[in-house]
């Protein structure tokens, strides 16, 4: 990797396929794409500590089987106060039927990741703040707007009880910062 080309670049973008970001340092494990930079992210990664004030990661976890390490990576390639932004499918998704997605994700998923939170396994990356949201398909429904801002104001109550199979979540975003 050409350090000096990526310098001002203190963005990433992960999983970029097709749709690279300006300003940032877009990363795809697929050589065909031409990403900037070709990494696996269940391995570690060439970047330095704490190099990045954003890391962006649109629908790529859900392809791996087990993100733990991909998390601990990104914890440590950021910098303190830095952003990683997540979005997930949610478990009530309609595209569970893709054969490359392998788990689900709920709303407090990424908590597990959080100083203080009550942990039923040491994930051993401990972010500073969390914000979780989940993003419903507005334009197939006009109820999801409603939806939403029931689902997100009562996220327990909405994962919980037959809400979740009689209106879906589309997808979940989340902010984490170091």
Same mark, same amino acid.
């Given at each position: 990797m050409k350090t000096k080309k990526y310098s001002n670049k203190m963005k990433l973008k992960i999983g970029c396929g097709h749709k690279k970001f300006k300003n940032y340092i877009n990363v795809d494990l697929n050589p065909k794409l031409k990403p900037d930079v070709i990494w696996d992210i269940r391995k570690k990664s060439k970047f330095k500590d704490n190099q990045f004030e954003e890391i962006y990661c649109n629908n790529v976890l859900e392809h791996i089987d087990d993100f733990a390490p991909a998390m601990k990576e990104f914890y440590r390639i950021l910098k303190k106060g830095g952003v990683l932004r997540i979005y997930v499918p949610h478990f009530s998704d309609v595209f569970w039927d893709i054969p490359s997605h392998k788990r689900p994700f709920s709303y407090y998923t990424f908590h597990h990741f959080i100083k203080g939170h009550e942990k039923t396994e040491d994930t051993? &990356?401990? +972010?500073?703040?969390?914000?979780?949201?989940?993003? +419903?398909?507005?334009?197939?429904?006009?109820?999801?707007?409603?939806?939403? &801002? +029931?689902?997100?104001? +009562?996220?327990k109550l909405y994962e919980t009880t037959f809400l979740k199979s009689l209106f879906p979540c589309w997808q979940i975003e989340v902010e984490l910062i170091k």
């Amino acid at each position: 990797m050409k350090t000096k080309k990526y310098s001002n670049k203190m963005k990433l973008k992960i999983g970029c396929g097709h749709k690279k970001f300006k300003n940032y340092i877009n990363v795809d494990l697929n050589p065909k794409l031409k990403p900037d930079v070709i990494w696996d992210i269940r391995k570690k990664s060439k970047f330095k500590d704490n190099q990045f004030e954003e890391i962006y990661c649109n629908n790529v976890l859900e392809h791996i089987d087990d993100f733990a390490p991909a998390m601990k990576e990104f914890y440590r390639i950021l910098k303190k106060g830095g952003v990683l932004r997540i979005y997930v499918p949610h478990f009530s998704d309609v595209f569970w039927d893709i054969p490359s997605h392998k788990r689900p994700f709920s709303y407090y998923t990424f908590h597990h990741f959080i100083k203080g939170h009550e942990k039923t396994e040491d994930t051993e &990356v401990y +972010f500073s703040k969390i914000k979780t949201r989940f993003m +419903f398909g507005k334009r197939y429904a006009f109820w999801n707007y409603l939806v939403e &801002v +029931f689902a997100n104001k +009562f996220p327990k109550l909405y994962e919980t009880t037959f809400l979740k199979s009689l209106f879906p979540c589309w997808q979940i975003e989340v902010e984490l910062i170091k």
